[in-house]
């Protein structure tokens, strides 16, 4: 039982370089999310879906942009890397909108931009 | 959106002891969720909370949904090494990401043996 898969774990990046993170979910949920988490800043929402085929900005989206193509997968595209990207990116997903409902998370992906 | 305090920002305490930590928002919560994140990976859900006044255990861990409903409190009892990790606390965002959740910055936990 998998839960939420990040790919990759690891990558480094020169500026302006672009990428792919990749965001798989196993458990059927119809919500995923992305994050960023930065010292002492916790974690802050870049961009969310509700369904297939929906995506909508968060609370810091700028410079990223995302996919759901598929149910099971999120994707989170940076098309220019910039070193205030440098950060921890988290995935998540929850069965449903409701308020306050749990989410799952990924165990993240490590993004250096240099 | 509204802002989360947590408190204390760190703690390093010996094994053994309990533990405190709360969180406080700048509005109304109807729900309130503590995750812990332990190093390299991803935060887990350890106990969520859906009505003031709720007392909920996880184990060692209780936690309590303030009255107020602007304020939750996570304790750990005889903590033990495992209990290392950053402690956040999360409620519903009221920003126009409805679904999301509002994350405080988090209670990093040290305990020595």
């Known amino acids: 039982n998998a839960g939420v898969t990040q790919t990759p774990k690891f990558r480094v990046l020169k500026t302006g370089q672009s990428m792919t993170l990749l965001c798989a979910q196993d458990?059927?949920?119809?919500?995923m999310y992305w994050y960023r988490q930065d010292p002492g800043m916790g974690l802050r929402l870049i961009h969310y879906s509700v369904g297939e085929g929906t995506t909508a900005k968060g609370e810091v989206p700028d410079g990223y942009n995302v996919s759901r193509l598929k149910k099971q997968n999120f994707l989170l595209g940076l098309e220019s890397a910039a070193p205030s990207q440098t950060s921890v990116y988290f995935c998540?997903?929850?069965?449903?909108?409701?308020?306050?409902?749990?989410?799952?998370f990924g165990d993240g992906t490590r993004l250096s931009i240099l | 959106g509204q802002q989360l305090n947590q408190s204390p920002q760190s703690m390093f305490i010996q094994e053994g002891e309990d533990v405190s930590m709360n969180c406080t928002s700048s509005?109304?919560?109807?729900?309130w969720l503590w995750y812990k994140q332990d190093p390299g990976e991803g935060p887990v859900l350890l106990i969520a909370?859906?009505?003031?006044?709720e007392l909920t255990s996880n184990g060692r861990l209780t936690a309590q949904f303030g009255i107020t409903r602007k304020d939750s409190f996570l304790n750990i009892s005889a903590s033990i090494p495992s209990d290392v990790g950053i402690y956040f606390c999360?409620?519903?965002?009221?920003?126009?990401?409805?679904?999301?959740?509002?994350f405080g910055k988090g209670t990093s936990l040290l305990v020595t043996p």
């Open positions: 999360a409620g519903p965002s009221n920003s126009n990401s409805g679904y999301a959740l509002n």
């Open positions: 909370l859906y009505k003031a006044g």
């Open positions: 458990m059927n949920h119809e919500y």
């Open positions: 998540a997903s929850s069965f449903s909108g409701r308020v306050g409902q749990p989410q799952h």
């Open positions: 509005s109304i919560f109807n729900t």
